[in-house]
């Protein structure tokens, strides 16, 4: 009769070689899992991004990556508009709740944000992106984010209550031409159907110490980011033009101008034609079109806000970055640089670029003519005969310095709580303290 002990010793022999074999298929789903953008398991991607003019073009954008790549998910919280970013990134870093994409401006937000930057240069974006548009975010063989887009601002006007006002935009040049195109245009207010000229909205700092100052700051440090980032002190030199445009909106506008917000302007009182003009740039086309696509599409337009020295030309360029953070998961940084890359370098990508977010594109091998919206095409016509203020001046201020300080004091302005000469001292002497 055959022994059983044979038997006994090859079922021992394949129950280990059954043990070892799991242990090593364990050992490699481990490894998987910190490479996963290239064994195809699955990764997150935390977006924490500031335009909310674009968020569900944006979220649509990225559904449709997701369908393409069903390996990845990717969660997209938006913050801006009434909302400070900056502020709220800070704290999102603070909390613990790092994003692995977000967005920086200049300098001031590369050294706040300097650890958690990875090198994206090895990017197909980067390879595409137009001259010049690195320069900020360049630190020797470095890139450490990759352009939005580019974005100019201005006055954006209705243009058939100009024409029936008897006001030739083209003819508005000096700011004595603008005061007088206001005039005219106040004094025939009820006839137009127009509740005021302008709507100021003085409740968002980010357009008082943002933007509305970098047209008077920019100048001073030859318009240049870098320039502006290691000055000790701001002089202000176009302190007295600066008042004037301001004081000229507040008179104007519908008030009061401290509630108004940044949906207050562009939806209830421009896009339902209840004032004529407001000081945004080309990324309010997506909110004007979905309150009134003909209005959009046909009846409005910008023009420069005349800044002496500079007459005739809009401020234009890069506002933000994307950045990858570097302290995420390897496979969550790859997996974050692919998904740039698809959005600005791939035909699919770049069609959602141009009709969708109807952005004016920071890289090459677009077709300009495909610039979905009239504000897009007017700063593209602007920046292509080099006509712009170039330079977003005011990323290089001191941490929160445009909003939490020059744009807060500007507020107490308005609000009658100081004059002019003390907002403007009390900004500068805090620049000069945050620089020392």
């Known amino acids: 009769m055959m022994s059983n002990k044979p038997l006994v010793g090859l079922m021992f022999v394949l129950f280990v070689a059954l043990i070892a074999l799991v242990g090593c298929s364990s050992s490699n789903d481990e490894g998987s899992k910190n490479n996963a953008s290239q064994s195809g398991d699955k990764v997150t991607i935390d977006i924490f991004q500031f335009k909310v003019e674009v968020k569900d073009q944006f979220e649509t954008l990225v559904k449709q990556y997701e369908d393409e790549n069903p390996n990845v998910t990717i969660n997209v919280k938006t913050v801006g508009g009434g909302n400070d970013y900056g502020a709220s990134l800070k704290a999102a870093f603070a909390a613990g709740e790092e994003p692995d994409i977000f967005n920086i401006g200049g300098p001031s937000d590369i050294a706040e944000y300097r650890d958690n930057l990875a090198d994206v240069s090895d990017t197909k974006s980067v390879e595409a992106a137009l001259d010049g548009v690195l320069t900020t975010v360049q630190e020797g063989d470095e890139i450490l984010g990759l352009p939005f887009n580019q974005e100019g601002y201005g006055l954006i006007y209705n243009k058939r209550v100009l024409d029936e006002a008897g006001v030739n935009p083209d003819e508005i040049i000096t700011f004595n031409d603008l005061e007088k195109a206001v005039e005219s245009i106040d004094d025939q207010k009820e006839s137009l159907g127009i509740e005021a000229v302008f709507a100021l909205p003085g409740k968002e700092a980010w357009v008082l110490g943002d933007h509305i100052a970098n047209m008077f700051i920019a100048p001073e440090f030859n318009n240049n980011i870098n320039e502006a980032f290691v000055a000790e002190t701001i002089p202000f030199e176009k302190s007295h033009e600066f008042k004037r445009y301001i004081d000229l909106q507040n008179e104007y506008s519908v008030q009061p101008v401290l509630s108004l ?73 790859q997996a974050s640089k692919d998904f740039l890359d698809w959005m600005y370098t791939s035909e699919d990508g770049k069609t959602a670029v141009l009709e969708e977010l109807k952005f004016i594109p920071a890289y090459k091998n677009y077709d300009a003519s495909k610039i979905a919206d009239p504000l897009s095409k007017t700063i593209y016509e602007y920046a292509e005969k080099g006509n712009t203020i170039e330079g977003w001046v005011y990323s290089a201020a001191p941490t929160g310095w445009t909003q939490e300080v020059l744009g807060a004091n500007i507020q107490k302005y308005l609000g009658d709580v100081i004059s002019w000469e003390d907002a403007i001292s009390n900004s500068r002497e805090k620049w000069e303290e945050e620089r020392k």
């Open 261 to 333: 917000d940044y949906s207050q302007q562009v939806e209830q009182l421009f896009s339902l034609e209840n004032v004529a003009m407001i000081q945004q740039g080309n990324w309010v086309y997506n909110s004007v079109y979905d309150m009134d696509p003909e209005l959009a599409e046909n009846n409005i337009d910008i023009m420069p806000v005349p800044v002496e020295g500079f007459e005739g030309k809009v401020p234009a360029g890069v506002p933000m970055y994307w950045a990858v953070n570097s302290q995420s998961d390897d496979a969550v940084v």
